[in-house]
Nanobody, 127 residues
Framework: QVQLAESGGGLVQTGGSLRLSCAAS????????IGWFRQAPGKEREGVSC????????NYADSVKGRFTISGDNAKKTVYLQMNSLEPEDTAVYYC????????????????????WGQGTQVTVSS
């Protein structure tokens, strides 16, 4: 059974940190990119960060560059999003997604076809 499972969300104060995890099962990451998206109430979904196991490379939205770091452990089939210096504007539901043969080199990486979605994890940053 193909599944992506996010974890690590929660409530944190401004300036704090969280690490999100996205665990994949039922498929290998070798042929995929994994992207993190977020959606806040009343706002459009935003591509936050991307890592490609098939093509290599990472990408970050301007809004998180320098604060967030994406990494992956292929053996554990898990992708992490380390989020530092969190701001209230980072409050959203965060989703991970798998993109078959996905590339992360373009700012529009989020426009590629999404093959699998996780269920999402809530991140709330209090001011």
């Amino acid at each position: 059974q193909v599944q992506l499972a996010e974890s690590g969300g929660g409530l944190v104060q401004t300036g704090g940190s969280l690490r999100l995890s996205c665990a994949a099962s039922g498929f290998t990451l070798d042929y995929y990119a994994i992207g993190w998206f977020r959606q806040a109430p009343g706002k459009e979904r935003e591509g936050v960060s991307c890592i490609s196991f098939v093509h290599g490379g990472t990408n970050y939205a301007d809004s998180v560059k320098g604060r967030f770091t994406i990494s992956g452990d292929n053996a554990k089939k898990t992708v992490y999003l380390q989020m530092n210096s969190l701001e209230p504007e980072d409050t959203a539901v965060y989703y991970c997604a798998a993109l078959a043969y996905g590339q992360c080199g373009s700012r529009r990486w989020g426009d590629q076809r999404i093959d699998y979605w996780g269920q999402g994890t809530q991140v709330t940053v209090s001011s």
